[in-house]
RNA sequence: GGUCCCAUCGUCUAGUGGUUAGGACGCCGGCCUCUCACGCCGGUAACAUGGGUUCGAAUCCCAUUGGGAUCACCA
């Protein structure tokens, strides 16, 4: 059996959004599952519209949910000789003919066949002129006007079009360049695309391709149209339900192997299990399991699934994907002893790397501002003594192991009467500036001798003149 | 409007003729606990409707309804 050959052909028009990448997504992970081959090709036909920062934009999304590519990415505009050659062929073997009607004319056909309740489409007037090429003639397809074209897709079965309601559709416009429907078939041949995976947006083109593949004597390629990722109003997802751009969910401080996971997910099954690698996701993506309805966007599961990720990766994984949202709030790595120290604590707590980097800021922070709430309940007259006793504890201990404050703890609880409960939300305070923190142990472990010293000191000084303003 | 597709908890889904219709997210409660989380336990909630077929339908067929896609010399 032939290796699998799959693609991705977004067109450069905007950014890669979150339906491109799910198709880009689907394509790649059955070209690795089968050992198989992707190959990127970038439809930049429409030359008003398409751009390079658009490409640009294209292969960073890309890039960052690490989907490669083993050939491409071809540009259609390079390859226009090509397409005019497979037209030349259609031609010249009866497949296409010239037609000279003006697109009004056009227009006209349409808007009469639309009043008459019918599919609009070209009347078929020059279809047996016989017209040979000529300025300003479009080369239009010689398409089936009996019978049956049939589609058998892998995820919606069987689909019956009536050739009759099919029309002599355009193969090159009359400025000479080709149409989409013409070229993407001509490509897909040519690059030996044997599974077309894409959107069910597709499905009404597939037949006219189909059409075109049989007039050129190639082989059909498998089909697998895939259902559409909806917005929280069922209506097809855009920019007034959020972020559309790929990287935006990066800035958000999702992580590619969450974000991969939900988008797979969202229209694909493996019987009940929610998380995957991207290795598993490898090994167990098929055609099959490909869902045929539509699906909601929901940013709360995804936000789950990035907080499971978050997890389930090695401190060290995170850091290159937290660094730079970390230096967007001018935070640096530099400023805290250990930054993997730092994720830790804070991997259980977080569901974004966004509000990683939020939860991380006492850390990182020359001084701690107290919450004023927090303050006036925790801070009491009361606190001052066992503040101090810490601060004096913490400085004879040669090493902020776990064990060794702990037991510095123990022996503040001891001497005080003190539960632990008592004494560690005032030093949370005195350390964070808040009352919710990671563990207190391990936020002082996190934080370094340096700064936890200085910041006990601080609130001593702070409850000292709490005492003096009592009396 | 024509053509095509789709239809299980609010959402993502499992289910392929016989299940107390399962899981996940969300939400609610409890446990754990130095706070917040994590984790654990429990709860809430669905087969769009109507006809068939069958001893028996979420599962098969038809219709209805509702959603969606598409009808270019755009891709």
């Not at 429409?46 to 989907?67: K, M, N």
């Not at 995957?276 to 399991?289: A, P, Q, S, V, W």
Request: hydrophobic share 40%; with cysteine.
């Amino acid at each position: 059996m032939d290796p699998i050959v799959t693609r991705f052909p977004p067109s450069p028009t905007g950014y890669l959004h979150v339906g491109g990448a799910r198709t880009a997504l689907f394509n790649w992970l059955y070209a690795r599952h089968t050992g198989g081959r992707f190959v990127l090709r970038i439809e930049d036909t429409d030359t008003v519209r398409s751009t390079q920062a658009s490409v640009d934009a294209i292969f960073e999304a890309l890039r960052w949910l690490e989907i490669d590519w083993d050939d491409g990415p071809y540009f259609q505009s390079q390859r226009i000789e090509i397409y005019l050659d497979y037209a030349r062929r259609l031609y010249e073997a009866g497949h296409a003919y010239y037609c000279t009607c003006s697109p009004e004319a056009v227009e006209e056909m349409r808007r009469r066949a639309t009043a008459a309740g019918a599919n609009p489409r070209y009347d078929g007037t020059c279809r047996e002129r016989g017209l040979g090429p000529q300025p300003g003639a479009v080369l239009r397809f010689r398409a089936p006007a009996t019978g049956t074209t049939v589609l058998d897709d892998v995820v919606k079965g069987s689909i019956v079009f009536q050739n009759s309601e099919l029309d002599d559709f355009v193969l090159v416009r009359s400025d000479g360049m080709p149409t989409y429907n013409f070229v993407v078939v001509v490509d897909d041949i040519t690059m030996g695309i044997n599974s077309v995976i894409r959107g069910d947006d597709h499905v009404m083109n597939t037949p006219k391709q189909i059409q075109i593949y049989r007039a050129l004597g190639a082989r059909l390629p498998v089909f697998a149209h895939v259902p559409m990722v909806l917005g929280p109003d069922r209506t097809r997802l855009s920019k007034r339900h959020g972020a559309m751009s790929v990287t935006a969910y990066r800035d958000m401080g999702y992580l590619p192997d969450a974000f991969i996971n939900y988008l797979v997910r969202l229209g694909w099954s493996c019987g009940d299990q929610e998380f995957f690698t991207r290795r598993e996701l490898i090994e167990k993506f098929t055609l099959e399991n490909i869902g045929r309805s539509a699906g909601v966007f929901d940013l709360a599961k995804l936000q789950a699934l990035n907080a499971d990720h978050i997890q389930a990766n090695g401190p060290e994984a995170l850091v290159p994907h937290l660094e730079p949202i970390l230096a967007r709030s001018g935070l640096a790595a530099g400023d805290v002893p250990s930054l993997a120290r730092v994720i830790r604590s804070l991997q259980p707590r977080s569901k974004t790397l966004e509000e990683m980097a939020e939860q991380a800021r006492f850390y990182f922070e020359e001084e701690v501002s107290y919450d004023p709430a927090a303050a006036k309940k925790l801070f009491k007259p009361a606190t001052l003594d066992p503040m101090q006793r810490l601060a004096a504890a913490l400085e004879k201990i040669p090493e902020f192991s776990e064990a060794a404050l702990e037991a510095a703890f123990t022996a503040v609880m001891d001497a005080t009467g003190l539960k632990l409960g008592k004494i560690a939300q005032p030093v949370r305070l005195a350390l964070t500036g808040r009352t919710a923190s990671p563990g207190i142990f391990e936020t002082i472990e996190a934080l370094g001798r340096e700064k936890t010293l200085a910041r006990l000191h601080q609130a001593v000084k702070y409850l000292q003149a709490v005492a003096e303003a009592e009396t």
